[in-house]
């Protein structure tokens, strides 16, 4: 697979076939996104690969905390800044709309809703979840890292066949997360990660997003 047909394939997953992935394709995966390039060669990021038992677990164990926390946890990060301004605000709205859109539930319905977000708990049926840690003293450039090493794994895994969904929704259970793996304090919870097998029949994966065009972002001078 050429990298641009993985780019252009790869596509936010909300829900998985229940078909297992080996251990060692996972670690396959993992391994070769070592590859990614970070700032000093510091390679910040730190990750977590569950499945069966320990994935039901935890699933479990967050499922018993909603309904003390219907919001999650206080955040340790703000994953938008309190009032967007455009064009963000704009595209972020476009995307919930048209994420609903595709399952049918209309801005009104906030149980819909909410049970829809509801599924990034449960990695939306996805039979791995990944979470993505790195230390809480490190700063915005190793952030970005990491964020550049979930890209090389949501790309390495379109070359197995499979798809992902990047979750920034898990960081509201920090706390939870971290006892459960036993996490020394220093770790922070950046996102989560859904990787399994797409299911082909479901509406919510038919959602296609768009982008705005080059001219928007980008300048060439000088060619
Ligand atoms: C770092 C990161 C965190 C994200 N967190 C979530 C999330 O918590 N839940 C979710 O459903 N989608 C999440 N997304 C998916 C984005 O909404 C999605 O990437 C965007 O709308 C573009 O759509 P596409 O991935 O299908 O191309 C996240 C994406 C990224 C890159």
Known sequence: MKVSEALATRMSCRAFLPTPVPESTVREILDAAR???????????????????????????????????????????????????????????????????TIGVKREDKLGRLLQFARNYEFFGAPVGLLFFLDRRLGPPQWSDIGMYMQSVMLLAREHGLDTCAQEAWSVWHRTVGEFLRLPPELLLFAGMALGYRDESAPVNRLRTDRAPLDEFAELRGF
Do not use: M
Not at 44 to 50: D, S
Not at 60 to 88: M, Q
């Open 35 to 101: 590859q990614t390039p970070s700032g000093g060669n510091l390679q910040p990021w730190q990750v977590c690969a569950l499945t069966g038992h320990p994935l039901r677990d935890l699933l479990a164990r967050v499922k018993s905390k909603v309904p003390l926390h219907p919001r999650g946890e206080p955040p340790e990060y703000d994953i938008y800044p309190p009032a967007l301004w455009e064009p963000y605000r704009s595209r972020r709205f476009k995307c919930g709309e048209d994420l609903y859109a």
